[in-house]
């Protein structure tokens, strides 16, 4: 049986490109993002897909009131090849997230794998000190960035598979030094501290993947690593991995890259 993976933040970037991964893998994938016509039109172009070969972009978003985006014929039904499914959600309501996986376990099954990728930076990379962070983008940023981890990792549980994954993107900046980072730098680190103690109190295998650098909206560099670079390394955490090297832990570009040469 193919996978069932479930991604927030999924409309563009790394949590776009991980969805792409998978379903060339032949995974059932559910996405998620804020903005419901970029859900729609993610949608549209993951199961457009043939044999890697990519559809129209979407536009970023992580979070939204609920709808649902499924493919041809039956709404969102598993064929032989991958296949995608999408709702508006926002991780800032757990209800949304509720709702969210629900309709994924109703849709697909039990759900294998789960991305929580969805995330916000207010003021860009670089240009957003922490003593000049406002009290509305700190409490957002945080709400979305680690709360909405929390949430939609508790939110998940109840439909997880026996031997599911969960993973937490992160960067450096969770526990580096880095001026005009602010509340970024902040939530990613309490992200990670989410991770590791769900990690420690559930059965299922939780962790964090570092890709390094990556060119998206977030990070606003031009100069990094593509998304699509990056998504085989999810992919392999995800499906090939030894769960104790996730479990609670931090993996990355190294321990990829010296496990599949």
Known sequence: ???TVAITGATSGIGRAVAEAFVDEG?????SGRDGDAVDRTVAALNERDGGESGDGGEGGDGGESGDSGAGGEEGARTDAGTAWGARVDVRDEFD????FERVAREAGPIDAVLANAAVFHGGPGASPTDETSYADYDDTMRTNARGVFATISEAVPHLAEDARIVVPSGGVAHE?????GAYAVSKAAAEAVARGFA???????GVVDPGLVA???????????????APLFVWAVTEAPAEDL???RLGLREWKAATR
Request: proline share 5%; no cysteine.
């Open 216 to 230: 998206t909206d977030l990070t606003g560099k031009e100069r990094a690593r593509e998304p699509e670079s990056v």
């Open 200 to 206: 420690a109190d559930l059965d299922a295998t939780v």
């Open 177 to 181: 030094s880095r001026s005009g980072m």
């Open 1 to 3: 049986m193919e996978p």
């Open 97 to 100: 997230l509720e709702r969210f």
């Open 27 to 31: 995974a059932f994938v559910a996405v």
């Open 247 to 249: 479990n609670g832990q």
